[in-house]
């Protein structure tokens, strides 16, 4: 579910069934044509879609850290550690459109990166998308 998804009551009446929180990243540099840009926002969505669905009741997503730069990478690992401490156990960091790193984004449980998804495996991305977040619920 979206964060926007959620009012007061809904929250305070279920918000502890959500354990895990998913921070996308779009990775805009600020060149992009228009049409670039609503393509890397539509790359993004529909990789949000294969975290969002497949766990709903589980996973809520906040919004976007849309541009990159070196204090994106600070503002990522901020994020992590502020929703964490407001009762997530979980945080993930999804980018379409760029590789981020696990040594930079720290504060992340688990960094989704679609260009790394695709490059390293023939198994499909949605099916490895599914595996990581598992592994990352049974391991802890």
């Not at 040594?103 to 990581?132: G, M």
Request: charged share 25%; aromatic share 10%.
């Amino acid at each position: 579910m979206k964060f926007s998804d959620f009012d007061r009551e809904t929250w305070e009446a279920g918000g502890h069934f959500y354990d895990t929180c998913v921070i996308p990243y779009t990775g805009l540099q600020g060149t992009e044509t228009p049409p670039e840009t609503v393509a890397a926002l539509e790359r993004q969505r529909d990789f949000l879609d294969l975290v969002e669905k497949p766990f709903q009741g589980r996973v809520v997503t906040y919004p976007a850290v849309q541009y990159a730069g070196a204090e994106s990478i600070a503002l990522l690992n901020d994020l992590c550690q502020k929703v964490k401490s407001i009762g997530f156990q979980y945080v993930i960091v999804s980018s379409a459109n760029e590789v981020l790193l696990t040594q930079e984004v720290y504060e992340s449980d688990l960094l989704l990166c679609l260009p790394e998804l695709k490059r390293n495996s023939d198994t499909p991305v949605s099916s490895r998308i599914r595996d990581e977040i598992q592994r990352l619920w049974l391991n802890r």
